[in-house]
């Protein structure tokens, strides 16, 4: 089962990735990460550390703590 905290940080960043027009390689490749990285997030298949927490978060042009709404 996935956890319910995984599930909505993976919704939160789709949803501001597809804001910003943006395809997973784009985010992938702005954020210095692999593009089924991203894909696993938005699953809520990987547990994401703080670290690439920042590099999404950077990647997209926004603080850190939007993406933990």
Known sequence: M?????????NRVREERQRQH????????????HRTY??????????ITLENIEKIA???GI???ELLK
């Open 2 to 10: 996935k956890a319910p905290s995984l599930i909505a940080f993976g």
């Open 22 to 33: 943006l395809s997973q390689e784009e985010l992938a490749e702005r954020a210095g990460l």
């Open 38 to 47: 991203i894909g696993m997030i938005e699953r809520a298949e990987k547990n």
């Open 58 to 60: 950077n990647a997209l």
């Open 63 to 65: 603080k850190k703590y």
